[in-house]
């Protein structure tokens, strides 16, 4: 391993659109995942980026466009998810039976590849120049469809997501929004997967809201921080990673789980200071 910033700014003019890539996906990827976190579905994310990974690959093999083999193996997977998997023991178990599955597949995808070792690689881990100006339109169009979308249902599925006896009650149509989120989720994996990679996609969809949900409860703090923490860490990764020998994703993982430590130690802090909060007021009556 090793760094470099002789050459950055010619470095980073090569790779503005993976930077713009990462900011978008940022943004998105730390919105929906406040929905992630309320619906616990962590290991969906995970999931769904199995049969994602398997679709890019299956793409790579025979020459097609990455982003689509990608989209399409994550609607699939986000798909059978949502149709199937209505309560939480029956989705636990698909996923757990379609991550192997998509995980083995792109394997086999990738061995049969003859192309360069660095595009399987980078599937799987990221690389900095994965996105290009003619990927970049997709990922935009693909991110700002997701988030039109999202604020569209955003009302019922964040009633759905807090309370969904409640909200089933109230006439909500639960089963539909838990597919349409589904296939949001998917799309946004997808994308998310040509820059930080398949297997550590969850430090854009997961972490920055897990560290928003930690330092806020507010309904509109926790959507801004998590989209705040997504932006600082996608962006921040890979303006650091220009610099170095090593994929993106290490440096990525590393600023959203340092921003996650932070969250929770200025969470546990504020905790302690109300717990004093009723022992002080006690001791002076």
Sequence with gaps: MYFDFSNYGDILALVQ???????????????????????????????????SFAGAA???LIGANVVLGSVVGSLIAAAIIGVLGA?????????GVLMPFGLGLGILFL???????????GLLTGQIISVNF??????VGISVAVLIVLLLVWRPLSFDSLDPEVAAARGVPSRWLSLVFMLLLGLTIAVSVQVIGALLVLALLVTPAAAALRV??????????????GLVSAVGGILIAIGSSLPISPFITTISF???LVCR???WRRGKALTRVPSTVEAVG
């Design 134 to 139: 003619d990927q970049l339109g997709a990922l």
């Design 258 to 260: 340092v921003i996650y």
């Design 216 to 229: 806020s409860a507010s309904p509109i703090m926790v959507p801004v921080l998590s989209m705040l923490f």
């Design 17 to 51: 659109a993976s930077v713009f890539a990462g900011a978008v996906l940022g943004i998105v990827g730390g919105l929906i995942g406040v929905f992630v976190m309320q619906r616990d579905m962590a290991f969906a994310v995970h999931g769904i980026s199995e049969l």
């Design 111 to 121: 061995a049969l590849y003859p192309g360069r070792s660095g595009n399987k690689f």
């Design 265 to 267: 130690l200025i969470g």
């Design 87 to 95: 309560r939480a023991r029956d989705r636990n178990s698909i996923i």
């Design 58 to 60: 299956g793409a790579l």
